[in-house]
């Protein structure tokens, strides 16, 4: 049973004892680019230079990830279909670390100063990675840019609470973890799959949610 990490369904292929328990991907970066949008919508201040368009830079988690790539290419078509208008101004790896990410944001705000006007992190550790370097950056928090994460951590759902993060993709993990042990449990026993209504007979998918500042007390509380 593969959690968290999806193996290409090829490989899933190969063994008709292999099974996967997550969310969909496409589905985190799809709800990540819909609190973008709706943020930037509401306030268009966050187009701090009024051209039209939104300068954004994008913390990758780790080269050749299946879920780090759909999340970076659904985030991006997402907002796109949200009638955000996008600039890029860059991407960089950060392998879903804190301490990486704040190197990585440090080194772009040097680059780039105040013309970054949102950060997509793909997990909400290089979110908080982010909004460390623009804590010790020259900035003001008006010219903060928009920071959006994904996963719903503690860490993750603080920074919502606190105003830091605009919002967080949740990811399900008491949800997955039920359905490993129950997918554990009817293997071990030879229980009836049916049950569990698995997804093309191998994947149990949990779907992410959307936690902004209204929401964010109740995913804390779990």
């Known amino acids: ?17 292999l099974y996967y328990v997550g969310g969909k991907a496409k589905q985190s970066g799809e709800l990540q680019g819909e609190l973008a949008a709706d943020f930037i919508k509401v306030n268009p201040q966050a187009d701090r230079n009024n051209d039209g368009k939104i300068q954004y830079v994008i913390l990758e988690g780790e080269m050749g990830h299946q879920d780090a790539i759909i999340r970076t290419e659904s985030v991006v078509e997402s907002l796109k279909a949200n009638d955000i208008s996008l600039e890029k101004l ?6 879903w670390n804190r301490a990486q990410a704040q190197n990585k944001m440090t080194q772009l705000l040097s680059q780039n100063g105040n013309k970054i006007e949102l950060v997509i992190a793909n997990n909400d550790d290089m979110a908080v990675g982010a909004i460390d370097a623009l804590k010790a950056s020259d900035l003001s928090r008006e010219e903060w840019p928009v920071v959006v994460g994904i996963d719903g951590t503690n860490v993750g759902l603080e920074a919502v609470k606190n105003g830091e993060m605009v ?6 993990k008491e949800g997955q973890a039920k359905g490993m042990l ?6 071990a026993t030879g ?27 109740e995913y804390l509380n779990r």
Not at 90 to 95: D, E, F, G, K, T
Not at 167 to 172: A, H, L, Q, S
Not at 191 to 217: F, Q, S, T
């Open 1 to 17: 049973i593969f959690f968290n990490r999806e193996p290409v369904e090829e490989d899933m292929r190969r063994w008709d004892k």
């Open 90 to 95: 860059s991407y960089q790896i950060a392998n």
């Open 167 to 172: 919002g967080t993709v949740y990811n399900d």
């Open 182 to 187: 129950e997918l554990s449990f009817a293997l």
């Open 191 to 217: 229980g009836n799959l049916e049950d569990l209504n698995l997804e093309d007979g191998k994947y149990i998918r949990m779907p992410y949610a959307k936690v902004g500042p209204d929401d964010v007390d």
